[in-house]
């Protein structure tokens, strides 16, 4: 089971992209759906984690208040929608089942599914 990432390019420095996120082969509405992204030299690092209900979520702090995340239970689509974009956002972005992790005052989330092919997101002038 795989998902798959959609909507990445070339933006400029305070640009704005929406990244799309459509199983295959399954719908999602019972799990929890999250963005991880990796830039180049770097560990994958979790972005955002939207749950079943869309009350839960999860931001790491590099993109609280710029990113959004967002389901779609009608189109089976989950996205992220990223504002403010900044040249420290550039990596290739996946999408994956998640799980939001608490431990002690530490917030985190992990990714709990297969990973799928991922969409390159590039912010440069």
């Known amino acids: 089971v795989q998902l798959q990432a959609f909507g990445g390019g070339l933006v400029q420095p305070g640009g704005s992209l929406r990244l799309s996120c459509v199983p295959s082969?399954?719908?999602?509405?019972?799990?929890?759906i999250g963005w991880f992204r990796q830039a180049p030299g770097k560990e994958r690092e979790g972005v955002s984690c939207?749950?079943?209900?869309?009350?839960?979520?999860y931001y790491a702090d590099s993109v609280k208040g710029r990113f959004t995340i967002s389901r779609d239970s009608a189109e089976n689509t989950v996205y992220l929608q990223m504002n403010s974009l900044n040249p420290e956002d550039t990596g290739i972005y996946y999408c994956?089942?998640?799980?939001?992790?608490?431990?002690?005052?530490?917030?985190?989330?992990?990714?709990?599914?297969?990973w799928g092919k991922g969409t390159l997101v590039t912010v440069s002038s």
């Open positions: 994956v089942k998640c799980q939001i992790i608490q431990q002690g005052d530490r917030e985190f989330i992990r990714a709990s599914g297969d």
């Open positions: 082969g399954f719908t999602f509405d019972w799990y929890a």
């Open positions: 939207i749950g079943s209900s869309e009350a839960i979520r």
